[in-house]
C-alpha cells in the first residue's frame, strides 16, 4: 500500500472526511499513519475522551503534553492518573527551551507582557519540535468550543501535518455522558467550574457559562495559543487560514 507520504494530501483528505469518531480513529492509526501518527493533549477537562478512544485502539500511540512550565498542578496529577488509568505507554511532556526561556522569559512573567510570545514559546515552539517525525496528529478541538472552531472539519492539512480531529462534532452532552458511561475520571478544577482548562495564569472558570473557553486570556483579545495557525486545507476547500 502506497504510504500517506507518497499520496496527494487532497485525495487522504478525500478518503478520510466522512469517517466517524472511532472509525476514523482507527484507519488513520492503523491504516494511514501507523508509527507516525501522535495524539497532542492538554490533559485537560474533556480530554480523557479523545485519550481514552485512542487507548482502546492502541494505548502506545505517542501521546505529546505542552509542559509549559505554567500548568496548574491539578493538572499535572490529573495527567499522571489518567496515564495510569489508559496505560498510556508514551506520554511524551515536551518542555520549551531553556534558551528561549533564559533569554526572553527569565523570570517567567512575560504572559503578563505578551501572551502572544509567551504562547510561541512555551507552546508553538516546542510543538513544532515535538512533531518532526510524525505525518499527523489528533486533537481533541470541537465546533461548538466557539466562532474559530465552528468551520472545523474531522481532518485537514496544514502544509506540514495532517490534523485528525475525531470528535469535532461531538456535543457537550455526548462528551458528558461518554464521562459517565465509561466512567472516566473528570479533571479536579471542573468542580470550580472550569469548563476549558489550560496554562493557569490564563485560565479561569468561563465568564460566559455558554462561551466555553470565554475563561482563557480573559479580558484579551486572544483566544488561541497559536498551535493551530498555520493554514490549512480541507477536502472541502483550498487553502485558506483558520476562521477566515
Ligand atoms: Fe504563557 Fe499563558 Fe500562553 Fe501559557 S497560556 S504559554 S502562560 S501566555
Not at 505542552?66 to 495527567?79: C, N
Not at 526561556?101 to 512555551?122: I, K, S
Not at 465568564?207 to 486545507?233: F, N, Q, Y
Request: net charge neutral; with cysteine.
Amino acid at each position: 500500500m502506497a504510504q500517506p507520504s507518497d499520496v496527494a494530501p487532497e485525495i487522504l483528505l478525500k478518503r478520510y472526511q466522512d469517517l466517524p469518531d472511532r472509525k476514523l480513529l482507527r484507519a488513520v492509526i492503523k491504516e494511514a499513519f501507523p508509527g507516525r501518527i501522535a495524539v497532542v493533549s492538554s490533559f485537560g477537562a474533556e480530554s480523557a475522551v479523545v485519550l481514552g478512544l485512542v487507548a482502546q485502539i492502541d494505548p502506545s500511540v505517542p501521546v505529546i503534553f505542552l509542559d509549559t512550565g505554567k500548568h496548574f498542578p491539578e493538572t499535572l496529577d490529573y495527567r499522571d492518573q489518567l496515564i495510569e488509568r489508559f496505560g498510556l505507554s508514551d506520554v511524551r511532556s515536551v518542555k520549551p527551551a531553556l534558551m528561549d526561556l533564559a533569554r526572553e522569559d527569565p523570570d517567567g512573567t512575560l504572559w503578563e507582557r505578551n501572551t502572544v510570545r509567551c504562547c510561541e514559546l512555551r507552546k508553538v515552539a516546542p510543538l513544532s519540535r515535538a512533531l518532526k517525525g510524525v505525518d499527523a496528529w489528533v486533537t481533541g478541538r470541537k465546533r461548538f468550543h466557539g466562532a474559530l472552531r465552528s468551520y472545523l472539519p474531522r481532518i485537514e492539512h496544514d502544509g506540514t501535518h495532517f490534523k485528525i480531529n475525531p470528535i469535532v462534532d461531538w456535543s457537550a452532552e455526548q462528551i458528558d455522558r461518554t464521562f459517565d458511561d465509561l466512567n472516566l475520571p473528570r479533571h479536579p478544577l471542573t468542580e470550580d467550574g472550569f469548563l476549558s482548562i489550560g496554562c493557569a495564569p490564563c485560565t479561569q472558570a468561563p465568564l460566559d457559562g455558554d462561551a466555553v473557553r470565554s475563561g482563557r486570556w480573559a479580558g484579551s483579545v486572544k483566544t488561541e495559543c497559536g498551535i493551530h495557525d498555520r493554514p490549512v486545507t480541507t477536502a472541502a476547500s483550498g487553502p485558506r487560514r483558520p476562521g477566515a
